[in-house]
């Protein structure tokens, strides 16, 4: 994330390299001679391979959800996937983000902070612009985001958060809660700068347009939960979690939960337009049916039952007397 340069700072490389004050050759070497990193015993890393590695495969399905919600509301081709998973502080983070950004404090609960999670400018001009029915193209200059736009990107936000708690799941059972939205990074100063981090980069494609995503998780956040940020217990959770129901009784679960309607038919009657625009309260229709007889009760516009009006606890009711069996074998 540090090594991202701003669109200014890329100009100012390009015309350095056209006018002859920057060779190639010297980055290079330059390059060359920056591959060994010091490491600082006074800030050292808090994050595990392992930790980053699992980081990595949430966000992954984060990805591939986040995908599809956005080619659904903005009827066009948009891609997501993880480009980077990597420790950094907080200072080095908050210097990289551009201005104005979208920037969301978000609440990480049942744990306790917050991450935040930056969207660059061309990406949100780009949502806002496809939601308004354009052609999602980039604004010619930066300017602040007005507060109409601020609550149309506030809505993808807000799904992308629950997006982000499934992706979670298998991990711990949380629940994202959108805080604030601020389009300045000195406005969210939410822990100290030499705090560790991991920076989560996703690059998201919008039609022919291109930006990024980063979501900024502090360590001190999920600390308690350290030990189940690993590959092997990710695995293991789904491993049990696939063990533990058959696919068959998942299934019936989610069936029997499953709302139908029911409906029970007092009779039918024919009358022409104009008795029913000469209608009046106190008009008496007549049914096909006598009052013994019984009702067709209907389950999602197919009769399943037949039954006979009554009261029960001074509520109209209908009391089942056959359930038909005719046609359920077959089905």
Same mark, same amino acid.
């Given at each position: 994330?540090?090594?991202?340069?701003?669109?200014?700072?890329?100009?100012?490389?390009?015309?350095?390299?056209?006018?002859?004050?920057?060779?190639?050759?010297?980055?290079?070497?330059?390059?060359?001679?920056?591959?060994?990193?010091?490491?600082?015993?006074?800030?050292?890393?808090?994050?595990?391979?392992?930790?980053?590695?699992?980081?990595?495969?949430?966000?992954?399905?984060?990805?591939?959800?986040?995908?599809?919600?956005?080619?659904?509301?903005?009827?066009?081709?948009?891609?997501?996937?993880?480009?980077?998973? &990597?420790?950094?502080?907080?200072?080095? %983070?908050?210097?990289?983000?551009?201005?104005?950004?979208?920037?969301?404090?978000?609440?990480?609960?049942?744990?306790?902070?917050?991450?935040?999670?930056?969207?660059?400018?061309?990406?949100?001009?780009?949502?806002?612009?496809?939601?308004?029915?354009?052609?999602?193209?980039?604004?010619?200059?930066?300017?602040?985001?007005?507060?109409?736009?601020?609550?149309?990107?506030?809505?993808?936000?807000?799904?992308?958060?629950?997006?982000?708690? @499934?992706?979670?799941?298998?991990?711990?059972?949380? &629940?994202?809660?959108?805080?604030?939205? &601020?389009?300045?990074?000195?406005?969210?100063?939410?822990?100290?700068?030499?705090?560790?981090?991991?920076?989560?980069?996703?690059?998201?494609?919008?039609?022919?347009?291109?930006?990024?995503?980063?979501?900024?998780?502090?360590?001190?956040?999920?600390?308690?939960?350290?030990?189940?940020?690993?590959?092997?217990?990710?695995?293991? *959770?789904?491993?049990?979690? $696939?063990?533990? &129901?058959?696919?068959? @009784?998942?299934? *019936?679960?989610?069936?029997?939960?499953?709302?139908?309607?029911?409906?029970?038919?007092?009779?039918?009657?024919?009358?022409?337009?104009?008795?029913?625009?000469?209608?009046?309260?106190? /008009?008496?229709?007549?049914?096909?049916?006598?009052?013994?007889? /019984?009702?067709?009760?209907?389950?999602?516009?197919?009769?399943? %039952?037949?039954?006979?009006?009554?009261?029960?606890?001074?509520?109209?009711?209908?009391?089942?007397?056959?359930? $038909?069996?005719?046609?359920?074998?077959?089905?």
């Amino acid at each position: 994330m540090a090594e991202i340069l701003s669109q200014k700072e890329i100009d100012e490389l390009l015309n350095a390299l056209s006018t002859g004050d920057i060779d190639v050759l010297d980055i290079e070497d330059q390059d060359d001679d920056t591959r060994a990193k010091e490491y600082d015993f006074k800030r050292p890393n808090k994050f595990a391979k392992d930790q980053l590695r699992t980081l990595e495969v949430i966000y992954e399905n984060f990805a591939r959800t986040m995908s599809s919600y956005l080619s659904g509301i903005l009827r066009t081709y948009c891609q997501a996937e993880v480009v980077s998973v &990597e420790p950094l502080t907080f200072h080095e %983070f908050n210097n990289s983000l551009p201005e104005p950004v979208i920037l969301n404090i978000i609440s990480f609960r049942p744990l306790k902070g917050s991450i935040m999670m930056a969207i660059s400018p061309d990406m949100s001009y780009s949502i806002i612009d496809k939601m308004l029915g354009g052609s999602g193209a980039n604004l010619d200059e930066v300017r602040d985001f007005t507060e109409i736009e601020l609550t149309l990107i506030e809505r993808v936000i807000r799904q992308f958060l629950i997006l982000m708690s @499934d992706a979670w799941s298998n991990v711990i059972e949380s &629940e994202f809660k959108l805080d604030r939205i &601020e389009t300045n990074a000195q406005f969210a100063q939410i822990m100290s700068p030499n705090e560790p981090i991991a920076i989560i980069t996703l690059r998201v494609q919008v039609g022919e347009r291109e930006g990024m995503i980063n979501v900024c998780i502090p360590h001190i956040v999920i600390e308690p939960i350290s030990n189940q940020l690993t590959t092997k217990y990710w695995y293991k *959770s789904q491993m049990a979690e $696939e063990t533990d &129901e058959s696919s068959v @009784d998942i299934i *019936s679960k989610r069936i029997q939960s499953t709302p139908l309607n029911l409906r029970a038919i007092l009779g039918d009657a024919s009358i022409t337009i104009r008795e029913l625009l000469d209608l009046q309260v106190g /008009d008496v229709i007549c049914l096909e049916k006598a009052a013994q007889d /019984d009702l067709d009760v209907m389950v999602e516009n197919i009769k399943r %039952f037949t039954g006979k009006v009554g009261i029960k606890n001074k509520k109209l009711a209908v009391q089942i007397t056959r359930i $038909e069996r005719e046609g359920l074998e077959d089905e």
